[in-house]
């Protein structure tokens, strides 16, 4: 079945950092793929999205590549700051019985500190 | 406009006993979804709902577990009785339509813990 892999957390890096989080999924067809983060106290929120191959999804500074031949779409920031720190979700939109339900991985951790 | 709003925000209830946990979608969105993240594992669909009708029940645990969706606005998700491993982050998302372009707007989630 459908599934998405995720690094495994925690990630502490230092402000102004290059960062990776890894994310590669399984799927049949064509899923749209998408980033989720969560705040401290707040509810997930859609960070960047790709809906076909190749397509870059990109919000504040971040940016994830939809690589079909690589089944990947690692998020990646040049420098993250302090206030980037939470819990990031990977996702796929898959479609079962018409509905396109979201499979997450299970989140990583980032904390960036000043 | 106002987002996915989700009450409690957090509820604390023993073994056995009874628990509803309220979604109220973004206005005029159709599709509203339940997810539940048990501790430190991925977050996973329970069910969508289309206006009223349930589309897609497939992720629902067991029948402890009962959603309802009233007049297509606003949701509930009855645990009853709920056991220790229903604990979890429950979240609730609604989106304008049902197709995998189109973001689902979540809420803050409830944090439901049974002891």
């Known amino acids: 079945g459908n599934s998405v892999t995720q690094m495994e957390g925690p990630v502490t890096l230092s402000e102004e950092a290059f960062l990776t989080i890894n994310c590669t999924y399984t799927?049949?067809?064509?899923?749209?793929l998408f980033w989720y983060v969560q705040y401290p106290g707040e509810g997930l929120q859609l960070l960047l999205k790709?809906?076909?191959?190749?397509d870059k999804g990109s919000n504040k500074g971040f940016e994830a590549t939809y690589r079909k031949e690589t089944t990947s779409f690692h998020l990646e920031k040049g420098s993250v700051q302090v206030s980037d720190s939470a819990v990031y979700f990977c996702a796929l939109s898959s479609s079962t019985s018409g509905t396109y339900k979201y499979i997450f991985g299970t989140g990583t951790r980032l904390k960036v500190l000043a | 406009e106002a987002g996915v709003t989700q009450f409690p925000s957090h509820s604390v209830i023993e073994k056995g006993q009874t628990v509803t946990l309220r979604c109220d979608p973004i206005s005029g969105h159709d599709n509203l979804y339940w997810y539940r993240r048990v501790m430190g594992k991925e977050i996973k669909f329970l069910l969508h709902f289309v206006k009223e009708s349930k589309q897609d029940e497939s992720g629902m645990p067991n029948n402890r577990f009962l959603a309802e969706r009233t007049g297509g606005t606003y949701s509930t998700l009855k645990v009853q009785p709920a056991e220790l491993e229903d604990s979890g982050v429950y979240f609730c998302a609604s989106s304008l339509s049902g197709g995998a372009t189109y973001e689902q707007y979540f809420g803050p989630g409830t944090r439901l813990t049974v002891t």
């Open positions: 799927a049949t067809g064509y899923p749209s």
């Open positions: 790709a809906t076909k191959a190749d």
